[in-house]
């Protein structure tokens, strides 16, 4: 299973990035998807996570300006940012519990190599 985020890019403050992470590989289905981020000289840290049946959850930073939604059938999700600030600036990473065609009866987490957001001031 490989994950491959991108969409991110340089912006300026007040501005809007979309970030879109496909899965791929022997997928048999996906339960939650998340997004994470880390910061230069910090840790990795939740920004937002949404269920299978469409439940989302945000970091305190973000509610308000972020939006994550997927697409079922295309293993994909998304990051919608807006009113984006320079202390958004990080890597962004996706991650999903992932059920594959060999194990149907467990799932397991995998990550995305992440995508650079740089937000000036």
């Known amino acids: 299973v490989q994950l491959q985020a991108s969409g991110g890019g340089l912006v300026q403050a007040g501005g809007s990035l979309r970030l879109s992470c496909a899965a791929s590989g022997s997928i048999f289905s996906i339960n939650a998807m998340n997004w994470y981020r880390q910061a230069p000289g910090k840790q990795r840290e939740f920004v937002a996570h949404v269920t299978s049946g469409g439940s989302t959850n945000y970091a305190d930073s973000v509610k308000g300006r972020f939006t994550i939604s997927r697409d079922s059938a295309k293993n994909t999700v998304y990051l919608q940012m807006n009113s984006l600030k320079p202390e958004d600036t990080a890597v962004y990473y996706c991650?999903?519990?992932?059920?594959?065609?060999?194990?149907?009866?467990?799932?397991?987490?995998?990550w995305g190599k992440g995508t650079q957001v740089t937000v000036s001031s």
């Open positions: 991650a999903a519990d992932v059920i594959t065609l060999a194990t149907p009866l467990e799932s397991m987490d995998y």
